[in-house]
């Protein structure tokens, strides 16, 4: 029986874990193909990297010359970490909080199975979902690498995907946190999308603002390293602060579903 909740859950995502992957893949691909014309357009660009409105929104790296400068700007500093927190939140708020709304969740707990395996069963599915995604994101990244024979170590693009993805998976906890307490996911996708915003823009402004660059400690995107893992590796410390507070939602929406009740539709 609990098995077949992961799976069903699975199949209900189906459809969106396809286009998902099949947009990011795309995605990956053309970025990287574009690679050796970029590279000629930009090559001169590194005499602005300086330039505190520039590191703002694309990072510090030195030159958009190296293939590994060319997809922190063009992938990781900005788009694909805001792909990862939206797909996140889309998935995790679904999980509770749609079923709920549309009174799916009652037929589902009326079979002889606790709540919280329930909820469990389903949080493992959207994992895989999201993993399954950044996985086909990869996957264009290698094919399109192998097919122009671009010189870059795959292992250390796939330490920068997980960062993205880690970096989403806080905030769709958090989402299911909100779910798990009794809120709707209107309500859920607000706060998580507002958050994520909210700390976009302190880190940014305390790049360019010294008045301001004592909060940055307190954006997670801070913590996030952006295209720098392909350089220097993860920053464990940060991943283990990414993954502790996505288990801690994640648990705290559990026990809090475990005790409430569940609204009825209608």
Do not use: C
Not at 155 to 178: E, H, P
Not at 246 to 252: F, P, S
């Amino acid at each position: 029986m609990l098995r077949l909740i992961f799976l069903k859950t699975l199949r209900d995502l189906r459809r969106s874990i396809f286009w998902w992957g099949v947009g990011l893949l795309l995605l990956s691909l053309y970025t990287i193909l574009a690679f050796p014309t970029i590279k000629e357009t930009f090559g001169d660009l590194s005499l602005y990297l300086d330039n505190p409105l520039f590191k703002a929104f694309f990072r510090d790296f030195r030159t958009l010359a190296t293939i590994e400068g060319y997809l922190s700007i063009e992938l990781f500093s900005f788009v694909m970490p805001l792909l990862s927190i939206a797909m996140s939140i889309i998935y995790f708020l679904g999980l509770i909080g749609r079923e709920e709304e549309r009174g799916y969740l009652e037929l589902l707990l009326s079979l002889p199975v606790p709540r919280w395996r329930v909820a469990i069963e389903k949080v493992f599915a959207a994992l895989l979902a999201i993993l399954i995604i950044h996985l086909a994101f990869g996957l264009g990244l290698w094919v399109g690498g192998l097919a122009l024979k671009i010189e870059v170590d795959y292992l250390r693009v796939g330490l920068a995907i997980l960062d993205s993805l880690l970096l989403g998976l806080v905030f769709g906890g958090l989402a299911f946190f909100i779910t798990g307490i009794g809120y709707g996911p209107g309500v859920a996708g607000g706060i998580s999308g507002g958050l994520a915003t909210a700390f976009y823009l302190i880190e940014a402004i305390g790049v360019v603002s010294e008045k301001f660059k004592p909060y940055r400690k307190f954006s997670l995107f801070y913590y996030y390293g952006g295209g720098r893992p392909m350089v220097e590796g993860l920053n464990w410390s940060h991943v283990s602060l990414f993954i502790g507070l996505t288990l801690l939602m994640i648990i705290l929406g559990i026990l809090f579903f475990q005790r409430r009740d569940i609204k009825l539709k209608g």
